[in-house]
């Protein structure tokens, strides 16, 4: 047999990228489990099936853009267009009413995804064998990005307020005594996945203040921008004034995941050869490469749905966040009554997002979901699920992230009954 090592490109084998898949493995083996794992937004703000509706409305906004009839415009969102994407001028209205920050249309690239945003800027930015820091824990899709393409990645400690500064120091320090370039920071400013934490202004002041010093650019996720219960502090795009941050975002979690259609902002511009050269075309180049377009159908259905909104999302997401909390209450209050603290539970209060953190009194591992999904059908996430560090008996990593997004009030509470079953169970059986 062909050994894969030495014949395909090396870290395709790495355990972390079978994840995901694992988790698929454990809900499809247990169809009659709740699962608290998933970062889908509530399938009841889908709305699909007006998605035919939203193409006529961007086709409507085309023809008058270009002054051309509806049977033109229909064949323009039919044939092949530029890379950078057929939307781009609707999303930088939107960009400059919800996030308060003005680019020029072709500082945008139109992507299929968060996922798609994030592999397309590493790729771009770094060689094999650079650094990436990342503020951890950290969404995983990032570290499957860094793992295939074979970047070294450099772990920074996250606080309440955000990005823990004299970690993000000692890891730079500790990256140019390895030798190692150090090209970029990834964070999640605002409610991260996984932790939901939002950063304080300060703290991204200050985040800003040592990439400058440090020449390191910033690669900001911005997925659950505009998911919070109150304002949260402006974008680090917003804030910046250097020219080195890079905002990606999705429109997976505001209008519905299988759009696959997410985006890039950035204003970077570098020099080659005496002249100037936008970072945005770079990547487009890249994109060109591997998806050339994202898909007319998909952008059409996004861009039609925010020209018939006054060109924001604000009102639409405000309303969705008030649901989501409604929810977030009823976990944690499913939560207190079901654990106690004196038992050595506990778990933070989010101010946005999906997920909650639940501390355990114990270290809890990838083996045991399969326990709870098979003695108490129920499915969570171990929160070293989202870390790469060796230091598991760090008390940290004592904790489970749970999703609560795409989960009804019902599913909630016979949920946590069920997770009440199995911790204590567990609890027993750890201490005998
Ligand atoms: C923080 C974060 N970034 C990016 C993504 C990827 O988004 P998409 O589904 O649009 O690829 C996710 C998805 O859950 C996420 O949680």
Redesign the pocket.
Known sequence: MINLVENLRSGLDHKSLDKINILNEISEKNPDSISFTS?SPDSENYNVKDSIDAINYFVEYLSKKNKICFDSAYKMIGNYSKSKGIINDILAKKFQYDEGFSVNENEIIVTS????S?TLTLQTICNEGDGVLVVSPF?V?VEGAIRTLNLAHFQVDETDEGVDIKSLESQIIKAKSEGCKLKVLYC?PNY??PTGICMSLKNRLELIEVCKRYGIYILE?N??GGMGWTESPPTLQSLDSNGRIIHIG?F?KSIY?GL?I?YIVTNVTLSSNGSSILLADLITKLKTMTTNITSHISQSIVGGIIYKNNYSLKEKLSKESELYKLKMDYLINCLSESFSCTDGYSWNIPEGGFFVIFKTPFKVNMEDIFLSAERNKVIWMPLNFFSTEARINCEKWNSIRLAFGNLSKDQIKIGVERLSLFFKQYHLEKSA
């Open positions: 970062g995804g968060g996922q798609e994030i969404f899709g999640t991260s996945n996720d997925t659950y999705t997976s995941p696959r997410g």
